[in-house]
């Protein structure tokens, strides 16, 4: 009996591994694009690469069609198989409970996605909504594990991002940086995806994600908005809001610049702390945002306050963040990066590795090729500022020039060491106008 559940969980992994392998929907074997009302599915290096167009549903309804195996991976099959044995089985039923009391956040334009892909995949709808959802719910526990001083097998996402212009890139380009930091073991990585959305109604965006997965970790709009953030666990966290995934695709489909991206972002009901990095490839211009359930504070290039600690690095035409707030206030309430809220004051990030090893690193590296720094400099940047055993995703952005370039994990083996696959915006949409 014992082998026979052993051999049976064998070959189902080894199927889930072999379905996100092959080209499942990707084409015709000629390199010619798969087809559905509403989208096309080609193949990148590692990326599946979708083209949506319609209506939200008929888009959601095309990347099931598309999909639907790697959609049932991502969701479905990754709860069962990856998350309960993963954090236990209650934790997990505390976690997905949290994360369905979400739905009523769901933006309308989402809803309808999320039930056009049900209707195109045949996963069922709650297991697409836990999958959107999930990021929120998962940070909020995280921080509510680690402000207990519990051990925390829900572990918060740890990244890294900069913004650069003028002075600091070589010509004066916006080049956008973000690094994914976060749990490989749960397998999200096997079946990346570039989405290239061409709604009825708005303006074309690109994300950058996982089949089936409608919460955002990046990405780039036709504006040349372009935008990620970092995991900053607070005490000043609550359990219900809008899940930043979710917060960072509203500026990718809405904001055309910097002032509207800081509507969307102030204007929107947040769960957790996260410090939001953006670039804008046509001022250009670049924003931080540090947040919390409660409060905002922007920070803009070259800006000079009585308020900024001493630890907080400046260098001209450039912004960069890892977990650590700069604002006081937004830090005072900070429990990552050694913050204790529950005594006067704030305290200093001095040994803590996102500081040192993620912040002080990108901050370090872009001051000393100052004038210098461009996709390639990028890149070498986020390598090295990159969580060896967590980095998910590795992605890098001349948002002047709407370029960029992505690496993701496979297995076991962290994004920054694998290679960069470069994609042109226009490229995506067939657009020579765009150009």
């Known amino acids: 009996m014992t082998f026979g559940i052993r051999r049976f969980f064998t070959m189902a992994v080894f199927a889930t591994v072999l379905v996100c392998a092959m080209s499942v929907g990707a084409g015709d074997g000629a390199g010619n694009p798969a087809a559905v009302k509403g989208g096309t599915l080609s193949r990148k290096g590692d990326f599946y690469v979708l083209h949506l167009k319609g209506t939200w549903r008929e888009m959601g309804k095309a990347h099931g069609e598309l999909l639907r195996d790697q959609i049932r991976h991502n969701t479905a099959e990754l709860w069962e198989t990856r998350i309960i044995p993963q954090i236990g089985k209650v934790p997990a039923t505390l976690l997905r409970n949290q994360t369905l009391n979400l739905r009523p956040m769901l933006p309308p334009e989402v809803k309808e996605e999320l039930e056009g892909i049900a209707e195109g995949s045949g996963v069922p709808i709650e297991d697409l909504q836990v999958a959107c959802l999930l990021g929120g719910a998962w940070q909020f526990m995280a921080g509510r594990q680690e402000d207990a001083g519990m051990g925390n097998p829900i572990r918060p996402n740890e990244c890294s991002s900069f913004a650069a212009f003028g002075k600091a890139t070589k010509d004066g380009h916006l080049i956008y940086a ?59 966290e609550k359990p219900y809001g809008l899940p930043m995934g979710l917060i960072i695709r509203k500026v990718l489909q809405n904001a055309h610049d910097m002032s509207e991206a800081e509507q969307l972002v102030g204007g929107s009901r947040r769960i957790c702390g996260f410090n939001y990095v953006l670039g804008w490839g046509r001022g250009p211009d670049a924003r931080v945002f540090e947040t919390n359930a409660e409060a905002i504070a922007v920070f803009r290039p070259n800006q000079k306050s009585e308020e900024d600690p001493p630890w907080m690095m400046r260098v001209p035409d450039a912004l960069f963040r890892a977990d650590c707030a700069m604002n006081p206030k937004i830090r005072e309430r900070q429990t990552c990066d050694r913050g204790k809220p529950k005594e006067p004051g704030i305290e200093p990030p001095f040994g803590s590795g996102s500081y040192e090893t993620r912040y002080k690193v990108v901050g370090q590296m872009i001051e000393n090729n100052l004038g210098k720094v461009d996709l390639d400099m990028g890149v070498k940047i986020m390598q090295a500022a990159a969580m060896v055993n967590a980095n998910m995703q590795s992605y890098v952005c001349d948002s002047t020039r709407m370029v960029f370039r992505v690496a993701v994990a496979k297995g076991d083996v962290s994004a920054h060491t694998r290679e960069y696959v470069e994609f042109n915006f226009a490229d995506l949409f067939d657009d020579k106008k765009a150009k």
Do not use: M
């Open 178 to 236: 973000h690094n994914f930091d976060w749990v490989k073991e749960l397998g999200l990585q096997d079946c990346p995806l570039v989405a290239a959305y061409e709604p009825e109604n708005g303006q074309r965006f690109v994300t950058l994600g996982w089949a089936g997965v409608l919460y955002v970790i990046t990405g780039l709009n036709e504006s040349g908005v372009t935008v990620g953030c970092i995991g900053a666990t607070s005490a000043a």
